[in-house]
């Protein structure tokens, strides 16, 4: 009964609430911080009140080896039990943080960089690492592609490599078992379907043209033909200046990289960018149609043509569509200068597939 009585005290003189209009006090705790460093850095913030009491508590409730690392907030004179409590517990600071879907790692960098605060060049770094990409089951030289789009919850203050992991094993949960079969069907690798993947996700504005862009360049594919993929020029370039560039001209389509599609057959060595799951499904799912080309409209949706001569015509009208009747027209944030029509053949160069 004295045992029972003790604890009720115990617990009553730990327990009291902070003002509701209490400051909050960020605490990090560092990797490998001692509870004396813990408790020094409560009391110099306030958080806690009376030292001594706060780790007569810690012992009591064996709480004192509990303690995670991370970032913490708390009130002003916070009771000692929920301090304690969320310590052991690991209830650190979450933040949100968004990847939108077609960045690359070097503009994933840039965002992580302005949101936590993860110097961008350690991100490259991390992506670029092969033993992390070998650990996370990625015979891969870049995790280029593999940091799927997604909003999460991380600690404030994560890490470069903490933050990769995370989105490669996010990427890892999110593949269906059932998709390794369908790849069979397609006769392509998963490195190859995140590839044609970040190009439909490069090209695509609206989700129905998803599947059908997908089926366009699976298509060429089969064919033998070049697949004249802007995002792949976009990328080349990017590898090369290490920026994107928003408008094309011809003479970008000479740009001599391994990733340029308008002079290499087949898909590129890898992905582009990072495309979301809606554009990883449509490259498993492709439409089954007829056609081999498309061009974007002025509200960003797609016309699909058969042959080059029906492209050309869909060119045609678009254009009449555009103000002023001017053959430099906008196409997603690019400016695409091609005032020749598209050859009889395979193509070689834009407008082929714009």
């Known amino acids: 009964m004295r045992v029972l009585f003790a604890f009720s005290v115990l617990f009553a003189l730990s327990a009291c609430s902070p003002p509701p209009d209490a400051p909050r006090e960020r605490i990090v705790v560092p990797t490998g911080a001692s509870f004396n460093q813990v408790t020094d850095s409560l009391t110099a913030h306030g958080v806690i009140g009376i030292r001594p009491w706060f780790k007569f508590l810690a012992r009591v409730r064996r709480l004192d080896r509990e303690v995670h690392a991370g970032v913490y907030e708390f009130p002003r004179g916070s009771s000692a039990w929920l301090v304690l409590t969320s310590l052991a517990a690991g209830k650190i600071v979450l933040v949100r943080f968004t990847a939108p879907e077609g960045l690359t790692v070097l503009e994933l960098a840039d965002v992580a960089e302005a949101r936590l605060k993860i110097p961008a060049e350690s991100l490259i770094v991390a992506a670029d690492d092969l033993d992390e990409s070998e650990e996370l089951g990625l015979a891969r030289t870049s995790l280029e592609g593999f940091l799927l789009p997604e909003t999460y919850e991380v600690r404030e203050g994560i890490s470069a490599r903490e933050l990769v992991r995370t989105m490669v094993e996010e990427f890892q949960r999110r593949w269906s078992p059932g998709w390794d079969a369908r790849l069979d069907s397609l006769r392509l690798s998963r490195a190859d ?39 792949t020029v976009q990328y080349a370039i990017q590898l090369k200046t290490g920026e994107r560039k928003p408008r094309l001209f011809f003479k970008d389509y000479e740009i001599p990289s391994a990733y340029n599609t308008y ?16 554009s990883i499904a449509a490259a498993l799912y492709p439409a089954e149609v007829p056609y081999l080309y498309f061009v974007a409209g002025p509200d960003g949706r797609h016309v699909f043509s058969r042959t ?47």
């Open 193 to 231: 379907l995140v590839s044609l993947a970040s190009i439909v996700e490069g090209e695509a504005r609206h989700d129905e043209d998803r599947p059908i862009i997908a089926g366009v360049y699976l298509n060429r594919l089969r064919r033998g033909m070049p697949l004249q993929a802007d995002p």
């Open 308 to 354: 080059a001569e029906e492209h050309n015509r869909a060119i045609a009208r678009i254009r009449e569509l555009q103000k002023g009747g001017t053959a430099q027209w906008h196409q997603r944030g690019k400016k695409v200068v091609s005032p020749r029509p598209a050859p009889a053949g395979p193509p070689h160069r834009p407008p082929a597939l714009e």
């Open 263 to 278: 002079l290499h057959p087949g898909l590129p060595p890898g992905p582009v960018n990072s495309p979301g799951i809606k």
